[in-house]
């Protein structure tokens, strides 16, 4: 059974970084992928990174690339994918959430992914 549990968020300045952390465990063969999705109060859920666990390659959402960091390591037990954000806007204020599934083209999708953390909150505001 796949569980992920995210970590890391609170709040921070305008300005400021942080690194979320995602420990997901029980990732069998049939999960591909890796992504970290956020959803701010009265929007959709977006997708802002993702990690393709065959090869290691990245992907981010278009408009937050110059200023996300996504990570990868493993050991036996579990994959840990952390996700740095600098330069923070008070619009990064969301929950962000870890989610797996199988690899497609459509990784910033939500419902392309059928495991999911329970999220932590990060919210932005001096």
């Known amino acids: 059974q796949v569980q992920l549990v995210e970590s890391g968020g609170g709040l921070v300045q305008p300005g400021g970084s942080l690194t979320l952390s995602c420990a997901a465990s029980?990732?069998?063969?049939?999960?591909?992928?890796i992504a970290w999705f956020r959803q701010a109060p009265g929007k959709e859920r977006e997708g802002v990174s993702a990690v393709l666990l065959s090869d290691g390659h990245i992907y981010y959402k278009d408009s937050m690339r110059n200023r996300v960091t996504l990570s990868l390591s493993r050991d036996t037990a579990k994959h840990t994918v952390s996700l740095q954000i600098d330069h923070l806007k008070p619009e990064d204020t969301a929950v962000y959430y870890c989610?797996?599934?199988?690899?497609?083209?459509?990784?910033?999708?939500?419902?392309?992914?059928?495991?999911w953390g329970q999220g932590t909150q990060v919210t932005v505001s001096s």
């Open positions: 029980g990732i069998t063969v049939d999960y591909t992928s």
């Open positions: 989610a797996a599934g199988v690899w497609s083209r459509n990784w910033d999708i939500y419902d392309e992914y059928d495991a």
